[in-house]
């Protein structure tokens, strides 16, 4: 299974940015796809996550300004940012839980967002 994200870049305070991931491979089931991030000195942390039955999960931060959704068909899961700000600056990083031979978590490489003030 990998994991391909698009959609980071530089954007001022206020702007908006959306960011996509696709999942590709031998996929039987997927449990979830979501965003988590990281900033420098900073553990990993859940930003928003959407199930397969499209239950959604966003962290407090995140929640009013961040909208997540899915396509299942295209195994695909977009963020949609608005009203960033400059903590929101770090590299997004797209998971995913899916039945393989067994439940098993994906990584995508990471995906640089910063937002300037």
């Known amino acids: 299974v990998q994991l391909q994200a698009s959609g980071g870049g530089l954007v001022q305070a206020g702007g908006s940015l959306r960011l996509s991931c696709a999942a590709s491979?031998?996929?039987?089931?997927?449990?979830?796809m979501g965003w988590y991030r990281q900033s420098p000195g900073k553990q990993r942390e859940l930003v928003a996550e959407i199930t397969g039955g499209g239950s959604t999960n966003y962290a407090d931060s995140a929640k009013g300004r961040f909208t997540i959704s899915g396509d299942n068909a295209k195994n695909t899961v977009y963020l949609q940012m608005n009203s960033l700000k400059p903590e929101d600056t770090a590299v997004y990083y797209c998971h995913t839980r899916v039945w393989v031979s067994g439940w098993s978590n994906y990584w995508g490489q990471g995906t640089l967002v910063t937002v300037s003030s």
């Open positions: 491979g031998t996929i039987f089931s997927i449990n979830v």
